[in-house]
């Protein structure tokens, strides 16, 4: 299906790996012009080669801190005009909710709630002016089911979410959606380092920990990031105008609720 971005220019937060990597392929395989960014200058080159090579895009890498203002300053230049926005950051590791000291809180809430609020306060004016715009939030299956030790990344997200709700309501008009990814348990860096530290905290082995966190799954499987990627890209597409403030899980059925 054509999604309608096709010279597109998309910014996509922390995609040198993982899930950012996977929105990041396709919103350049859909034609989009696609900007990427991790903090690992010579992975960052490499990962942008392999998916022009793979896609036919225009990828330019662009080595940067997004939790930095000089970072973020260094992503919108780069870019120009910002039809599509993913916002993408890595969360904080797991820790035991008293051992977060202020600093340690402060440091979460500007990574996964101050760092995409005022990327889409950036972008969202031009977006209107040109009406079309796309946010996608990447936060996490824990902001509708939290998960111990991971207080802060919930709490965070769960604000981001919360602000820019409001936002994506008095945007709607322009043809500017927002809208959230909640991504469970895939096959990342991320999951693995949780895994680890969990058989660190059990006794049990890796291979017994990760068959424990599939069986809990009624995919009984981790997601792939281009499964991710797949759903970043149509909500990203032309076609999911009438799709905004929206929170989508996709965590293979582990989710117990109905909304």
Same mark, same amino acid.
């Given at each position: ?105 402060? $440091?979460? %809430?500007?990574? #996964?709630? &101050?760092? !995409?609020?005022?990327?889409?306060? @950036?972008? /969202?004016?031009?977006? +209107? ?44 008009? $322009?043809? %500017?959606?927002? #809208?959230? &990814?909640? !991504?469970?348990?895939?096959?990342? @860096?991320? /999951?693995?380092?949780? +895994? ?64």
């Amino acid at each position: 299906m054509d999604l309608g971005i096709d010279g597109k220019t998309a910014l996509v937060c922390a995609s040198s790996q993982g899930l950012g990597r996977g929105c990041a392929t396709a919103l350049a395989a859909a034609g989009a012009r696609v900007i990427i960014n991790g903090r690992d200058a010579e992975r960052l080159e490499r990962v942008a080669r392999e998916i022009a090579e793979a896609t036919g895009a225009t990828v330019v890498p662009v080595a940067a801190d997004v939790g930095t203002q000089d970072g973020r300053q260094a992503l919108l230049a780069a870019a120009g005009a910002v039809d599509i926005l993913v916002n993408n950051n890595g969360g904080p590791p797991a820790a035991d909710f008293l051992t977060l000291d202020h600093d340690k809180l402060l $440091a979460g %809430v500007e990574a #996964n709630m &101050l760092t !995409p609020i005022l990327l889409a306060q @950036a972008v /969202i004016p031009g977006m +209107i002016e040109r009406r079309f715009g796309r946010i996608v939030n990447i936060t996490s299956g824990s902001v509708k089911m939290p998960l111990q030790g991971l207080d802060l990344s919930s709490g965070a997200r769960l604000g981001l979410t919360g602000f820019l709700a409001g936002v994506a309501r008095q945007v709607a008009y $322009a043809n %500017v959606t927002i #809208n959230g &990814l909640l !991504p469970g348990a895939f096959d990342t @860096a991320r /999951i693995h380092a949780l +895994i680890a530290k969990r058989a660190a905290e059990t006794g049990l082995s890796i291979e017994e920990t990760a068959a424990q966190r599939r069986d809990g799954i009624p995919a009984k499987r981790f997601g792939q990031p281009d499964e991710f990627g797949a759903a970043c890209a149509f909500l990203c597409s032309a076609q999911a105008g009438y799709i905004t403030g929206q929170n989508i899980l996709i965590d293979g059925g582990a989710f117990p609720g109905v909304l």
